[in-house]
């Protein structure tokens, strides 16, 4: 038992799929039963911090009165949709920006200038634009997602190994066949982690851009109104159930990596 749980404590060492499982469900039951110890000592007072029975016990009544699952779901789509978008525009550019050093020159002062924009700032453009709906929001998120994945896709490009370039040349592949059989699979088998990792930060951006004509619903409409009913025990549960929707989001993502990539296994 011992020698099994050595790798654990390895550096950079891995654990098996089974530890990593056993790992998070000890690693999230220490988690609620801290909270739930801090609750019941009155560490925090219980305006500021409800216990987690709680917080639990709101559920039913947001489904009830809330409409739960349809503003959830309205969050959800809108960010599978902006992410989807933001992929469809970022990856081709990101590719003709790092392979083409004419597009790369012009463009890059441009998006290392964007990625320090203060996004919600900008928001007053958007609004000017695309008015207050569902394409303006949609919209927000899919230029969030995309000021980052497109250096991204860049920087992937400068990473591919330069001895698959020289065998393929050697073979006689002329420049498309070079982005065909190399570029392409090997940039976006490894650009997929990325996205993964971008489609949360889609999330926190989500709850801000739905403050924004909330008759529209989506979660973030829900977590303004528990702010201004001063409701900590639905304000906690919303938190949660982001959390809830964003893991459950990122295991999908992840198993359409393993589908689409069946030869590079994803980490996590």
């Not at 929001?137 to 370039?165: C, G, M, N, S």
């Not at 990792?197 to 989506?218: A, H």
Request: aromatic share 14%.
């Amino acid at each position: 038992m011992q020698e099994r749980l050595t790798n654990l404590f390895e550096l950079r060492g891995n654990a098996s799929a089974r530890q990593n499982t056993l790992l998070g469900i000890v690693g999230v039951s220490l988690w609620l039963f801290s909270w739930w110890l801090f609750a019941t000592l009155g560490i925090l007072p219980r305006q500021i911090a409800p216990g987690p029975f709680e917080v639990l016990g709101v559920v039913p009544d947001m489904h009830f009165h809330d409409m739960l699952v349809r503003n959830v779901w309205f969050s959800f789509e809108m960010n599978l949709l902006a992410t989807f978008i933001a992929i469809v525009i970022s990856v081709p550019m990101g590719l003709a920006l790092g392979l083409l050093p004419f597009f790369r020159g012009m463009s890059t002062p441009f998006f290392v200038g964007l990625r320090f924009l203060p996004l919600p700032v900008a928001t007053i453009l958007f609004m000017a634009w695309l008015g207050i709906g569902y394409t303006m929001k949609t919209a927000f998120l899919t230029v969030a997602i995309a000021v980052y994945l497109v250096p991204t896709v860049i920087q992937r490009v400068d990473e591919v190994r330069q001895v698959y370039v020289d065998t393929v040349r050697t073979l006689g592949a002329n420049e498309w066949q070079l982005v065909r059989y190399v570029y392409l699979p090997d940039v976006f088998s490894r650009v997929w982690d990325d996205i993964v990792i971008l489609v949360g930060l889609s999330w926190t951006y989500i709850s801000f851009i739905e403050l924004i004509n909330k008759g529209e619903g989506g979660i973030g409409a829900l977590i303004y109104s528990a702010q201004r009913t001063h409701s900590m025990e639905k304000y906690y549960a919303l938190l949660l159930i982001i959390m809830f929707v964003a893991f459950i989001q990122t295991a999908i993502f992840k198993l359409i990596g393993r589908v689409l990539f069946p030869y590079k296994r994803i980490g996590g």
